[in-house]
């Protein structure tokens, strides 16, 4: 590969051979390596004796340069091995912000996909409304080109399965801008998780709140930023979502919700809870992991992660020594690298280009993985839309007050030695499946995932 190519014309004619389902990797979207390259074609991959990339130039090119596109140029046009060759939005550099980057690079902006195709490239980073996210995603998949697809991978679920479809069948690597996961609180948190010091993990709590923003208007919130938390929820724990039950409300006045709480369990019997909004002045990216041996916080706003460890000293006060829960201990604030996460994230997607690898583990957010974020986005939405609520009473059926609204075990109000509701699992019941039955009007993830 070579990384001295002259930039074409933005209207050079070739568009990218379509691959054949057999071919087995983005780097086979060029020509044969035999054959001369036709200007503007992919840089043809050179192979070691695995068959795998040799490291290179990679020309790559960016679609949508809206508030995200506009971040995604910054680091493509400074990314080590990689040849920022050309980027596309209809609307041309809508914040004109990016005219003296682009320029300074020699990247045109085009109005449409075809003509970033015709530019030759080995890879995409796809930033344009989501809703757009399938129908360009399969263009390049469909031209043999590698992707890097803005969260959430789509609308929908079944459009992210058509999606993971394309790339799969064609051996190109395809990955999803979670860029959550790539944090370094985050990472430092998973590490810790990994290493056992937390013990048993009981809770995962986010929160992720924040004011409107105007330009998304093809999604509601639990698809574009809920999404960031079931991802980065299930990769610190390593367990997939078994159950949920939502509420959402739309207070904008828009087509979609603004405003989603999340109850679930996962696979492994952790609970976890999520309160996501774009009705709020006041900004946060939350993630509490409660376990045995205290509470881990991330900060992904700061990028800090602060251990709060249960207390091993007895405490001297009596009132206190009755309590049977944990104590407060020590508060640790770790100190860590702090990378751009958005920076590490494009490493990681070149390296699998590179490496023709788009395995869970390689390092990005798989296809596979953005899909089932998506599926668990679906049913919190199927969720919030059921009907099966079980009403609250509103207790004055006892006189006697004990089955006023603070007994709150029944819905007739009979008092604290009435039966546990159906809807509560029998108590010592610890399994996963036990914990996981309180939660009523519950959407059952692994049907969406089947
Ligand atoms: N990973 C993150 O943290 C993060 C943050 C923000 C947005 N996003 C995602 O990035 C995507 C874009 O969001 P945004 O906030 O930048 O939106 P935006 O509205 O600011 O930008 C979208 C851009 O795409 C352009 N566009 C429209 N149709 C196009 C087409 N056919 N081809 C190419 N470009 C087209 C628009 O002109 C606009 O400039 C969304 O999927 C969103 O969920 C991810």
Redesign the pocket.
């Known amino acids: 590969m070579t990384g001295s190519r002259a930039k074409p014309a933005p209207t050079a004619p070739r568009a990218n051979a379509p691959k054949t389902a057999d071919a087995p990797r983005a780097a086979d979207a060029g020509p044969p390596v035999e054959a001369p390259a036709p200007a503007g074609a992919p840089v043809a991959a050179e192979r070691g004796a695995d068959g795998r990339r040799r490291p290179g130039t990679l020309r790559a090119g960016l679609?949508?340069?809206?508030?995200?596109?506009r971040n995604h140029a910054r680091i493509l046009s400074s990314l080590e091995g990689v040849e920022f060759v050309g980027a596309?939005?209809?609307?041309g550099d809508?914040h004109g912000s990016l005219r003296g980057l682009l320029g300074a690079h020699g990247v045109p902006v085009l109005p449409e996909?075809a003509d970033l195709l015709a530019l030759g490239v080995d890879y995409a980073v796809v930033?344009?409304?989501?809703g757009?996210?399938e129908e360009?995603g399969l263009q390049l998949a469909a031209h043999g080109v590698c992707a890097l697809i803005?969260?959430?991978l789509a609308h929908t679920a079944q459009a992210a399965h058509r999606l993971v479809r394309a790339f799969e069948e064609r051996g190109l690597v395809a990955g999803v801008?979670h860029?959550e996961r790539f944090n370094p609180a985050l990472q430092q948190l998973r590490s810790r998780l990994e290493a056992g010091e937390l013990g048993e993990v009981f809770q995962v709590v986010t929160r992720r709140q924040g004011p409107f923003p105007h330009?998304?208007a093809d999604v509601g919130v639990v698809k574009?930023l809920a999404t960031h938390d079931i991802d980065l929820t299930s990769w610190i724990t390593g367990a997939a979502y078994a159950s949920l039950s939502a509420r959402t409300v739309s207070k904008s006045g828009r087509e979609h919700e603004d405003m989603v709480a999340v109850v679930g369990s996962l696979v492994d019997g952790t609970m976890v809870s999520h309160l996501v909004n774009w009705l709020s002045p006041l900004k946060e990216r939350f993630t509490a992991v409660t376990g045995e041996r205290g509470c881990f916080v991330a900060d992904t706003l700061t990028a800090d992660l602060t251990f709060h460890a249960n207390g091993a000293v007895a405490t001297e006060w009596e009132a206190l020594r009755a309590f049977r829960g944990v104590a407060e201990g020590d508060t640790v604030r770790f100190a860590f690298p702090k990378r751009e996460p958005l920076a590490v994230e494009h490493e990681r997607f070149r390296d699998a280009v590179r490496a023709g690898q788009a395995a869970e583990g390689c390092g990005i957010v798989t296809i596979r993985e953005g899909l089932r974020t998506v599926e668990v986005s679906a049913a919190v939405l199927e969720s919030a839309r059921g009907t099966s609520d079980l009403a609250v009473p509103h207790g004055a059926a006892d006189p006697s007050g004990a089955g006023g609204p603070d007994a709150g075990t029944g819905a007739g109000g009979a008092g604290r030695e009435a039966a546990a509701p159906a809807f509560l699992a029998p108590e010592g019941d610890p399994s996963p499946a036990g914990r996981g039955a309180s939660a009523h009007r519950s959407a059952h993830v692994a049907e969406h995932t089947a």
């Open positions: 679609i949508g340069l809206g508030a995200m596109g596309v939005d209809p609307a809508p996909v930033a344009c409304p989501t757009l996210h360009v803005e969260k959430p801008g860029v330009r998304i574009d």
